[in-house]
């Protein structure tokens, strides 16, 4: 319905524009007929009555109106211009009728048919409803002129006229109408077409430009997107080369794709290609780490498999690594897996380091507890083994001073007063010796040293002094004299084995003492073997250490501080060997200890012996009371003593007085020590014996100043050392 009311509009809009320029014909008769009616210009002489005038007026009224429509009706409606145009063609038709039925004549029939034709023009606006008109008034005028003349002339060719150029002009203007018909269609179907063609082509472009744009704005994301990529591609490779651990992607052949640098340095790698040319599968080292049995379950499973372990590169660096393995999915399948190795070396070698620090701490703990306990113990001891020899010195020392008293008896507590000295004097040793060893100021000074002279003396000063008869001390030499002699040092080897000898002694109630040695593997092997009553298997680690005592209590039999085997100890390390005991609760105890076989072969020079009587000797010394002592010791000696107070003094007599043949010498005093006055007179009188006589007891003090004096002794002074001393200087 819509297309036919498009046909019938377009059509209409044709022929209306068609018709505004035959308007124009219209008026020009309105114009002609009422010039001819109402004006004097009559060329031809025609006789125009009222009825004609009437008829022209009509007919120059329906040109006006007609012309008017067809000029201006494109602004109607289509419905009122149907309207119209149907009224138009009944008033051409219906006048063209009453003229012809007026006055048939030439002229007449004529205008009639102008009329039909114009009318035949109309049909294409209103075609059916036009031709029913037209034939309507062809057969209304036939009959008209056979009522009134019957079947004349005029009636006869106007029946045989009249109706055949109606058909033909029917028949052409059918045709006409069905071409425009069909021209309109196509027009209208072109116009369509161009309109959709249009339209889709405006999508198509708007489509076009839609999709280029999304295209650049595509094209542009794509490529911020690779930048953002390769951003992200660089960032993540900065950060995979910068991990410590070693990164790797293996494929399910095992063969390794991409790897970063750490891993080359984990395993010593020279290049990438080189470490890639491994097959993780085929290279036999890692199969036998059980590295290639991990990955193989990682991608039959499907799970992390994590692993550890010391491997071996085949760049010969020795690690310990810590590994895992990660499965890489693509839809669902295994395509690879990524692999990470962190070197542990250094942190396994922290956490063992840490884990034995931690051992060593518990030990430690577990020591100092036990030398808390120890110490308490000592000081407990100390202040029981200082005050029993100090109540013994006080006790009898005021008891001396009873003038009743017999000298039997002030004999026998004078021994006493002794006995307790020297024993308090050992305890005050040793204690300075620990002190000195804990704070690590001793230090081995090797000498020329010969063992056997050493055993020999030792022997027979423990022969003498040892008071219990049924203890008998040997000595076993298995090297002679020359090949005794060793470089060592002699003070300590000495105090090593005065130490274990008193230890033999304190435990042992009778039977054999064996001192001696062997030679094995450049080492010499020392013992001092006893009869004692031995000492339990489970405390023989301990009792080499400090304060430590196999029998404690207030109720022990033996005396003793439990410092001497672990000042034993102690030297025995600083000299290089080893000490160890191997007993048996009953039979007595073994002690070993060993010290590097340094032979010197040096001939061995006899002890000197001076034949010389001294008669004049030098003492040194700032304490009165110390200088009273020696004056005292050396007066049943027949000896002329001089006193000085100070080095400086000592040094101006010995330049002065060329008597003097034995110097005793203070090392701590005013003005000038006695240290740097020996050193004076030494180069001016190299001859003359000086034997240091201090205070300063431990053997890095006496090692100290051996180079300059001849010989020390140590305060308090013991009469029988002090002659022992002289005698080497004098017959």
């Not at 294409?124 to 008209?144: D, H």
């Not at 010593?268 to 085929?282: R, Y």
Request: glycine content about 4%; overall charge neutral; charged content about 25%.
């Amino acid at each position: 319905m819509n297309q036919v009311n498009n046909i019938k509009k377009e059509l209409i809009s044709q022929n209306l524009n068609r018709m505004k320029y035959l308007s124009l014909v219209f008026i020009g008769l309105f114009i002609f007929v009422l010039i001819i009616d109402f004006s004097s210009f009559n060329p031809w002489n025609m006789e125009i009555n009222s009825l004609y005038k009437m008829v022209d007026i009509s007919f120059a009224i329906i040109s006006l109106f007609a012309g008017v429509f067809f000029w201006f009706g494109e602004k109607l409606s289509l419905k009122i211009r149907d309207f119209v145009l149907k009224i138009i063609i009944i008033l051409f038709v219906l006048w063209a009728v009453l003229v012809s039925g007026i006055d048939y004549s030439s002229i007449s029939f004529s205008t009639y048919i102008s009329a039909l034709l114009l009318s035949i023009f109309f049909i294409y606006f209103r075609p059916y409803f036009s031709l029913i008109l037209i034939w309507l008034s062809t057969f209304t005028l036939l009959a008209l002129l056979y009522s009134i003349n019957k079947f004349d002339a005029n009636f006869i060719s106007t029946a045989f006229v009249l109706p055949p150029i109606n058909l033909i002009a029917s028949i052409i203007a059918i045709k006409n109408y069905k071409e425009k018909i069909i021209s309109i269609e196509n027009y209208l179907l072109k116009e369509k077409l161009n309109q959709e063609l249009q339209v889709t082509k405006q999508n198509l472009d708007s489509e076009v430009k839609r999709q280029t744009e999304d295209l650049l704005q595509a094209n542009k994301e794509l490529k911020e997107s690779k930048n953002q990529l390769s951003l992200e591609r660089d960032r993540f490779a900065a950060l995979i080369n910068n991990l410590q651990s070693g990164v790797f992607y293996i494929n399910t052949q095992g063969n390794i794709l991409e790897l970063n640098s750490s891993l080359l340095q984990i395993l010593g790698s020279p290049s990438m290609d080189a470490t890639k040319a491994i097959n993780i599968f085929d290279f036999q080292p890692l199969r036998e780490f059980g590295y290639s049995q991990k990955l193989k379950k990682c991608i039959e499973t499907g799970e992390i498999v994590y692993g550890k372990g010391e491997y071996k590169t085949m760049w010969d660096k020795l690690i310990y690594i810590n590994y895992y393995f990660v499965p890489i999915f693509k839809e669902g399948v295994i395509v690879g897996v990524l692999a990470n190795i962190e070197d542990i070396t250094e942190k396994n070698k922290k956490d063992e380091e840490l884990k034995k620090a931690n051992e060593m701490l518990l030990t430690a703990k577990e020591k100092a507890e036990e030398s808390d306990n120890l110490k308490t113990a000592f000081l407990n001891n100390m202040s029981h083994e200082i005050r029993t020899p100090m109540n013994a010195i006080c006790g009898f020392s005021k008891m001396l001073n009873n003038k009743s008293l017999t000298d039997k008896k002030r004999e026998q507590f004078v021994k006493i007063i002794n006995e307790n000295s020297d024993q308090l004097l050992s305890i005050i040793t040793d204690i300075i010796t620990i002190s000195s060893l804990e704070a690590k100021q001793e230090q081995p000074k090797n000498k020329n040293t010969i063992i056997n002279y050493i055993l020999s003396d030792l022997v027979s000063v423990f022969r003498e002094e040892n008071k219990n008869t049924e203890i008998e001390i040997i000595c076993k030499k298995t090297l002679s004299d020359q090949d005794s002699q060793i470089l060592t040092d002699q003070t300590k080897l000495n105090q090593i084995i005065t130490n274990l000898l008193n230890n033999s002694i304190k435990f042992t109630d009778k039977g054999i003492i064996e001192l001696g040695y062997n030679l094995i593997n450049n080492n010499l092997e020392f013992y001092v073997k006893d009869s004692g009553i031995g000492i339990p298997k489970n405390e023989l680690f301990k009792i080499f250490d400090r304060f430590y005592q196999v029998n404690k209590g207030y109720s022990r039999l033996y005396g003793g501080n439990g410092l001497g085997l672990s000042i034993s100890k102690a030297f025995v390390e600083l000299l290089g060997g080893k000490i160890w005991a191997e007993s048996e609760i009953g039979k007595g105890t073994i002690f070993y200890f060993t010290i590097p076989y340094q032979p010197i072969n040096e001939t061995i020079k006899l002890r000197p012996k001076q034949t010389k009587s001294y008669k004049t000797f030098l003492i040194a010394e700032d304490q009165y009371s110390n200088f009273e002592l020696l004056k005292e010791l050396l007066l049943k000696k027949n000896i002329k003593i001089i006193h000085t107070k100070n080095g400086k003094e000592t040094v101006e007599i010995c330049k002065t007085n060329a008597e003097i043949d034995l110097i005793l010498m203070d090392i701590k005093m005013p003005i000038m020590s006695g240290y740097d006055a020996a050193k004076i007179i030494k180069k001016i009188r190299p001859d003359i014996p000086i034997i240091a006589q201090s205070a300063y007891a431990l053997n890095q003090e006496i090692e100290k100043y051996s180079g300059i004096f001849d010989d020390y002794i140590t305060k308090p002074i013991k009469e029988k050392t002090l002659l022992e001393k002289l005698n080497i200087y004098i017959n």
